[in-house]
């Protein structure tokens, strides 16, 4: 087993996906700890003695990871939410054959019967799509407006670094970044030129990630990848679920000025024709990269891993300066 690549890999993977979750709770815990103790100093404001008990029943918009308005509810305005919520769930999950409405029924009752009275009960409907994070019909702009694009690459050719990053399209940890971190980077060091971001997208997180990235080639080719790519992770579902359906791709390039939705799908239906797709597979696995996403720092001619300690926007700057020195 130790010898088995393929699992050294997969572990590694998680290994690194825990340490991000168990980073991203404590910052959350301190956080927490900090509004309570906050509240204790306010005049005539009196100390939480007991959480607040919410209940929750519903879709995908209440499980998104990372911008979770359940996890929000919890850590910044400290309730305690009983969630029977799932991403993705159907009418017919949340109704039927012992689904969330059972389980919603049971939970009530345990709160009922130890005199907890819930100060709200929040729903939400569904339907057979995946629910899809708040976003505009169409990327107008996101941050890239003026700034050279060029397939793979994003600001000036004569930058005196470039930031690699190897993701996949269905990684939720990627997701993360290109929503929170990647406009800071953009817009403080892609725009004014001290960096040129160049982005790579894997395909190993199963058929959805293969026909992600066949899309993105072929957004690449148009020069709209970055724009692509980023309402997509807007409209992220749950991992290798076959979300990314050809009806999907079409509706993610529908909200890209400039790109064919169906050649996009096309694209997606044939992901293999794209030389990109197995290039960037080919490319992660020479630098031994084995998770997403991952960060390098091309300068001089040579990669070197970008230290970030962190997943903040100020991680990002942090490291990307001491890159620049």
């Not at 087993?1 to 290994?15: F, I, Q």
């Not at 980073?23 to 100390?47: D, W």
């Amino acid at each position: 087993m130790p010898n088995d690549r393929s699992t050294k890999a997969a572990l590694d993977v998680g290994r690194k996906q825990a340490r991000n979750v168990l980073k991203f709770r404590e910052e959350a815990s301190q956080e927490r700890r900090k509004i309570i103790a906050e509240r204790a100093l306010i005049p005539g404001v009196a100390p939480i003695a007991a959480a607040q008990v919410l209940v929750a029943e519903g879709d995908s918009w209440f499980d998104y990871p990372w911008t979770d308005v359940l996890r929000i509810l919890e850590d910044t305005y400290l309730y305690d939410v009983e969630s029977v919520a799932h991403k993705g769930d159907r009418i017919e999950d949340m109704a039927y054959s012992g689904g969330q409405l059972e389980e919603f029924t049971r939970r009530l009752e345990k709160l009922l019967e130890r005199n907890a009275i819930p100060r709200a009960i929040l729903l939400s409907g569904g339907d057979d799509e995946q629910a899809a994070a708040p976003s505009a019909t169409r990327v107008e702009d996101q941050g890239y407006d003026g700034i050279p694009q060029n397939g793979i690459h994003l600001g000036k050719a004569d930058a005196p670094v470039t930031l690699v990053e190897i993701a996949d399209l269905q990684c939720p940890f990627c997701a993360q970044y290109a929503v929170t971190a990647m406009p800071t980077v953009v817009r403080d060091y892609v725009r004014p030129g001290k960096v040129r971001y160049e982005l790579r997208f894997r395909s190993f997180l199963g058929r959805d990630s293969v026909r992600a990235a066949g899309a993105a080639a072929y957004a690449a080719q148009q020069d709209l990848m970055y724009q692509f790519a980023d309402a997509f992770y807007r409209n992220q579902g749950p991992e290798e679920s076959g979300y990314a359906d050809r009806a999907f791709m079409k509706k993610i390039a529908g909200m890209v000025p400039g790109l064919d939705p169906d050649k996009t799908a096309d694209a997606a239906d044939d992901p293999l024709s794209f030389p990109a797709v197995a290039g960037n597979e080919t490319f992660a696995r020479k630098l031994g990269s084995t998770s997403t996403p991952d960060f390098y720092i091309r300068k001089g001619g040579r990669l070197a891993p970008l230290n970030v300690q962190g997943a903040a926007p100020e991680d990002y700057a942090r490291a990307l300066d001491q890159a620049l020195q």
